[in-house]
C-alpha cells in the first residue's frame, strides 16, 4: 500500500482518502497524531468549514485542510510547526469571538471538544471588546432536542446528518456571514428515528438531548461497553453509569454493526434496566396465589412439578419458550436442559414491529438469530401445540409469548399444569404463572449475543445486578441439578458456559466471551443461513 509521513510516522493509506481518513483509519487520529478538527466526521461527507485542521504538506506553500487533502504516497506532512499553531491558535480564537462563558453550567461541560482544544491549542485571552452575540437559547427543535443557538459553531454535522444519514433534511443554515444560524425548515421539526444522533455529535453544548439534559455531570460517569437490546441489529453502545445506574446509551463506533449511530427507540431502552415494574422476588403459587418465595423455594417447587409430569406423562408434554433477549450463554443452557429432560417442543418468541433500511430491524430483540443457531424454532409451532392442548408445562423465558401475533393474551395458559416463568419485567404471564423467577437484564451480567447478521457480541456488567435477580441459565442450571439431570452438578459460570458453547455447536466454533473483543465476530458461516438446528447432546 502507498504510504506518506506525518511527524515522521509512516501511514499506510488506501487510494482516495484524506489525511484525516487515514489517520482515522490507522486508528492515530488523536491518539498518538493531534490533527484538531470539528466539521469532519468520517461517516459523513467532507465540509471543510471549520479550517481547524489545517497542516503543513512539504512542497506546498499554504497551508492545507486535512479532511479535504488527498493523501499520496510519498507526502510528508507536518502538525507541529509554528506556522500550524498560528493557525490553530486564529481558528480557536474566531470560534470564541461570540461563544459565551457559560461553561459552568453548560450540559456538554466535561465532553466539550470547544473546552478542549481551547485549552490545547488557544490563545490565553481574548482580544475582543465587543458584546458577544445574542441569540436563542433553549429552542425545541422537536421532541428530542433542545438547541442554544449561542453555542453553535456551525461545524454543520447536524445539517449533514439529516441530509445524508435519515434523509428527512429537517435543518439547513440560514442567514450569511455572523447572521448565519441553523435552523429547521418552517413546519418540518427534527422528529425522525435517529434524531438524538445530533447530540452525540454535536461537538460543544449547542445540542442536548431533551431525556439527559442536566441529569447529571458528566464527569461522574463512566462508560461501560455493551449492546443495545432493542432489536435484532445489535447496535454497539457504551452504558454510561453512576450510582449503579445507567443514565443513558450513547452509540459506540462500529464499523461493521452500526457505525456510529443508534436508533432513538434503542437509545431510550436504557430506562428497561432500573424499571419500576422489575419483578423483584421469586414466587410460588398457592392456595392462596402468586406469592413471594426464597429462590430456594421457588427451584423446589419448580423442579416438584416437573417431576410429577415427566412421572406421570413423560417430556413430550414439556415445552420450552426461549427469548431473544437471553443471551447465547443463556440460551445454551436452557437447549441443553430441554435436552436432558427429553423435551422437543421448543420454540423462541419474537416481538415484531417497525424497519426500516438503516438500522432498525423488525425483530425487538438482540439475540433470536442466537436462539436459532441452538435448535430453537418457530414460537408459531409452540403455540399451535398449547392451544390444542399437546402439553401440560410450559417453561417460559420472557413474556414476548403474550404478543398478538402469537398467543395475544393468557386465555391459552390457564389450563396448564405448570408454567414457569422467568423474566425481568411484570407482565400478564404473573397471573397463571406457578413457579416465577426474575431475571437479569443483559446489562448485569456477561456473556454474549448474535445479532441478526450474524456477528457475536459481548455484553458485560454495567450495573450491579438487585440480589434476588439471577441470569436464565444460572436459574435453569440449578433447576437442572434439583432434577439430578445430567451435566447440570456444577454451578453456573458464564465463561465457562461460552467455551464449553464454542467447542459443542460448530456455528460458535472459537467463539467465547473473551474471543469476541469489543467489535464482536462472526458466526462461523455467518455469510450463509444460520443452522436451523445446532443441538447440544
Given at each position: 500500500m502507498p504510504?506518506?509521513?506525518?511527524?515522521?510516522?509512516?501511514?499506510?493509506?488506501?487510494?482516495?482518502?484524506?489525511?484525516?481518513?487515514?489517520?482515522?483509519d490507522?486508528?492515530?487520529?488523536?491518539?498518538?497524531?493531534?490533527?484538531?478538527?470539528?466539521?469532519?466526521?468520517p461517516?459523513?461527507?467532507v465540509?471543510?468549514?471549520?479550517r481547524?485542521?489545517?497542516?503543513?504538506?512539504?512542497?506546498?506553500?499554504?497551508?492545507?485542510i486535512?479532511?479535504?487533502?488527498?493523501?499520496?504516497?510519498?507526502?510528508?506532512?507536518?502538525?507541529?510547526?509554528?506556522?500550524?499553531?498560528?493557525?490553530?491558535?486564529?481558528?480557536?480564537?474566531?470560534?470564541?469571538?461570540?461563544?459565551?462563558?457559560?461553561?459552568?453550567?453548560?450540559?456538554?461541560?466535561?465532553?466539550?471538544?470547544l473546552?478542549?482544544?481551547?485549552f490545547?491549542?488557544?490563545?490565553?485571552?481574548?482580544?475582543?471588546?465587543?458584546?458577544?452575540?445574542?441569540l436563542?437559547?433553549?429552542?425545541?427543535?422537536?421532541?428530542?432536542?433542545?438547541f442554544?443557538?449561542?453555542?453553535?459553531?456551525?461545524?454543520?454535522?447536524?445539517?449533514?446528518?439529516?441530509?445524508?444519514?435519515?434523509?428527512?433534511?429537517?435543518l439547513?443554515?440560514?442567514?450569511?456571514?455572523?447572521?448565519?444560524?441553523?435552523e429547521?425548515?418552517?413546519?418540518?421539526?427534527?422528529?425522525?428515528?435517529?434524531?438524538?444522533?445530533?447530540?452525540?455529535?454535536?461537538?460543544v453544548?449547542?445540542?442536548?438531548?431533551?431525556d439527559?439534559?442536566?441529569?447529571?455531570?458528566?464527569?461522574?460517569?463512566?462508560?461501560?461497553?455493551?449492546?443495545?437490546?432493542?432489536?435484532?441489529?445489535?447496535?454497539?453502545?457504551?452504558?454510561?453509569?453512576?450510582?449503579?445506574?445507567?443514565?443513558?446509551?450513547?452509540?459506540?463506533r462500529?464499523?461493521?454493526?452500526?457505525?456510529?449511530?443508534i436508533?432513538?427507540?434503542?437509545?431510550?431502552?436504557?430506562?428497561?434496566?432500573g424499571?419500576?415494574?422489575?419483578?423483584?422476588?421469586?414466587?410460588?403459587?398457592?392456595?392462596?396465589?402468586l406469592?413471594?418465595?426464597?429462590?430456594?423455594?421457588?427451584?423446589?417447587?419448580?423442579?416438584?412439578?416437573?417431576?410429577?409430569?415427566?412421572?406421570?406423562?413423560?417430556?413430550?408434554?414439556?415445552?420450552?419458550?426461549?427469548?431473544?433477549?437471553?443471551?447465547?450463554?443463556?440460551?445454551?443452557?436452557?437447549?441443553?436442559?430441554?435436552?436432558?429432560?427429553?423435551?422437543?417442543?421448543?420454540?423462541?418468541?419474537?416481538?415484531?414491529?417497525?424497519?426500516?433500511?438503516?438500522?432498525?430491524?423488525?425483530?425487538?430483540?438482540?439475540?433470536?438469530a442466537?436462539?436459532?443457531?441452538?435448535?430453537?424454532g418457530?414460537?408459531?409451532?409452540?403455540?399451535?401445540?398449547?392451544?390444542?392442548?399437546?402439553?401440560d408445562?410450559?417453561?417460559?423465558?420472557?413474556?414476548?409469548?403474550?404478543?398478538?401475533?402469537?398467543?395475544?393474551?393468557?386465555?391459552?395458559?390457564?389450563?396448564?399444569?405448570?408454567?414457569?416463568?422467568l423474566?425481568?419485567?411484570q407482565?400478564a404471564?404473573?397471573?397463571?404463572?406457578?413457579?416465577?423467577?426474575?431475571?437479569?437484564?443483559?446489562?448485569?451480567?456477561?456473556?454474549?449475543?448474535?445479532?441478526f447478521?450474524?456477528?457475536?457480541?459481548?455484553?458485560q456488567?454495567?450495573?450491579?445486578?438487585?440480589?434476588?435477580?439471577?441470569?436464565?441459565?444460572?436459574?435453569l442450571?440449578a433447576?437442572?441439578?434439583?432434577?439430578?439431570?445430567?451435566g447440570?452438578?456444577?454451578?453456573?459460570?458464564?465463561?465457562?458456559?461460552?467455551?464449553?458453547?464454542?467447542r459443542?455447536?460448530?456455528?460458535?466454533?472459537?467463539?467465547?466471551?473473551?474471543?469476541v473483543?469489543?467489535?464482536?465476530?462472526?458466526?462461523?458461516?455467518?455469510?450463509?443461513?444460520?443452522?436451523?438446528?445446532?443441538?447440544?447432546?
Amino acid at each position: 500500500m502507498p504510504t506518506f509521513s506525518i511527524d515522521e510516522t509512516e501511514i499506510e493509506f488506501a487510494a482516495g482518502q484524506s489525511i484525516l481518513e487515514a489517520l482515522d483509519d490507522a486508528g492515530l487520529l488523536m491518539n498518538g497524531v493531534d490533527v484538531p478538527h470539528y466539521c469532519w466526521h468520517p461517516k459523513l461527507a467532507v465540509d471543510g468549514s471549520c479550517r481547524l485542521c489545517q497542516v503543513e504538506v512539504e512542497g506546498m506553500p499554504k497551508l492545507q485542510i486535512a479532511c479535504n487533502t488527498p493523501a499520496l504516497d510519498g507526502m510528508v506532512v507536518r502538525t507541529k510547526t509554528e506556522r500550524v499553531s498560528a493557525a490553530r491558535e486564529g481558528v480557536m480564537e474566531l470560534l470564541l469571538v461570540n461563544h459565551p462563558l457559560d461553561c459552568p453550567i453548560c450540559d456538554q461541560a466535561g465532553e466539550c471538544k470547544l473546552q478542549d482544544y481551547a485549552f490545547e491549542y488557544g490563545v490565553a485571552g481574548s482580544r475582543s471588546r465587543e458584546p458577544r452575540r445574542a441569540l436563542a437559547k433553549n429552542v425545541p427543535l422537536g421532541p428530542t432536542i433542545v438547541f442554544d443557538q449561542e453555542r453553535c459553531i456551525l461545524c454543520r454535522r447536524c445539517v449533514r446528518f439529516c441530509r445524508e444519514i435519515t434523509k428527512t433534511d429537517e435543518l439547513a443554515v440560514v442567514g450569511r456571514g455572523d447572521h448565519s444560524v441553523i435552523e429547521t425548515y418552517p413546519g418540518k421539526p427534527l422528529d425522525n428515528a435517529y434524531s438524538m444522533n445530533v447530540a452525540d455529535m454535536c461537538p460543544v453544548g449547542a445540542l442536548t438531548t431533551t431525556d439527559f439534559r442536566f441529569a447529571i455531570r458528566v464527569w461522574f460517569l463512566e462508560d461501560v461497553p455493551g449492546v443495545c437490546t432493542g432489536c435484532a441489529t445489535g447496535c454497539n453502545i457504551h452504558l454510561s453509569v453512576a450510582n449503579n445506574k445507567v443514565y443513558r446509551y450513547q452509540p459506540r463506533r462500529n464499523d461493521d454493526v452500526n457505525d456510529t449511530w443508534i436508533c432513538d427507540a434503542g437509545r431510550m431502552s436504557y430506562k428497561e434496566i432500573g424499571a419500576a415494574d422489575r419483578i423483584e422476588s421469586a414466587s410460588v403459587r398457592n392456595d392462596h396465589g402468586l406469592e413471594p418465595a426464597t429462590f430456594e423455594e421457588a427451584i423446589t417447587a419448580a423442579a416438584t412439578r416437573l417431576s410429577a409430569i415427566l412421572e406421570a406423562k413423560g417430556p413430550s408434554v414439556i415445552a420450552g419458550v426461549a427469548t431473544a433477549h437471553a443471551t447465547n450463554e443463556d440460551l445454551f443452557t436452557f437447549r441443553r436442559f430441554l435436552d436432558a429432560l427429553g423435551a422437543d417442543i421448543a420454540g423462541v418468541a419474537v416481538k415484531r414491529g417497525a424497519s426500516d433500511d438503516l438500522l432498525i430491524e423488525a425483530e425487538k430483540g438482540a439475540n433470536a438469530a442466537g436462539a436459532r443457531a441452538f435448535g430453537f424454532g418457530e414460537a408459531a409451532a409452540v403455540m399451535k401445540q398449547i392451544r390444542s392442548r399437546s402439553v401440560d408445562a410450559v417453561i417460559c423465558l420472557g413474556h414476548d409469548i403474550l404478543e398478538d401475533e402469537l398467543l395475544g393474551d393468557t386465555a391459552e395458559l390457564v389450563g396448564l399444569d405448570t408454567l414457569i416463568v422467568l423474566d425481568t419485567r411484570q407482565s400478564a404471564l404473573l397471573r397463571v404463572a406457578h413457579v416465577v423467577f426474575p431475571a437479569r437484564h443483559a446489562a448485569e451480567k456477561w456473556g454474549t449475543l448474535t445479532n441478526f447478521e450474524g456477528r457475536v457480541q459481548r455484553v458485560q456488567p454495567a450495573v450491579t445486578s438487585p440480589s434476588y435477580a439471577h441470569a436464565e441459565g444460572f436459574v435453569l442450571q440449578a433447576l437442572g441439578r434439583a432434577l439430578a439431570l445430567d451435566g447440570f452438578d456444577v454451578p453456573y459460570d458464564a465463561r465457562a458456559v461460552s467455551q464449553a458453547m464454542g467447542r459443542k455447536v460448530q456455528a460458535f466454533a472459537g467463539i467465547d466471551i473473551d474471543s469476541v473483543g469489543d467489535q464482536g465476530r462472526p458466526l462461523l458461516g455467518a455469510d450463509s443461513p444460520l443452522p436451523g438446528d445446532a443441538r447440544t447432546r
